[in-house]
């Protein structure tokens, strides 16, 4: 069975920075494309950072650039989001999401994933 588990979520104030942390069981990193993905209070899903775990290919929404990192350590299963800078607007629920691929490649919408966590809250006060 596979699962995703997130964590480092909690509240901080405006400029603050936090780690998120996804740990994966049940597939392995190494063959994978991950995203991190977040959800505002009425707003639909929106995808913040993807990396490809077979070439370490990164891509970031224009939103966050400059000031989210993603990364990935496969021999612990484990896919991190650096947040720093943070901004009231970061608020969200966010998730975690894997999908296999064969080839190295970066999936960037939220259709192209099969496999997603429950979520870890972000608060960000002004």
């Known amino acids: 069975e596979v699962k995703l588990v997130e964590s480092g979520g909690g509240s901080v104030q405006t400029g603050g920075s936090l780690r998120l942390s996804c740990v994966a069981s049940g597939l392995t990193f190494d063959d994978h494309s991950i995203g991190w993905f977040r959800q505002a209070p009425g707003k639909g899903r929106e995808g913040v950072s993807f990396?490809?775990?077979?070439?370490?290919?990164?891509d970031y929404a224009d939103s966050v650039k400059g000031r989210f990192t993603i990364t990935s350590d496969v021999f612990k299963n484990t896919v991190y989001l650096d947040m720093n800078s943070l901004k009231p607007e970061d608020t969200a629920v966010y998730y975690c999401a894997a999908t296999y691929y064969h080839e190295p490649y970066l999936a960037t919408q939220e259709f192209e994933y099969d496999y997603w966590g429950q979520g870890t809250q972000v608060t960000v006060s002004s």
């Open positions: 990396i490809s775990s077979v070439d370490d290919t990164t």
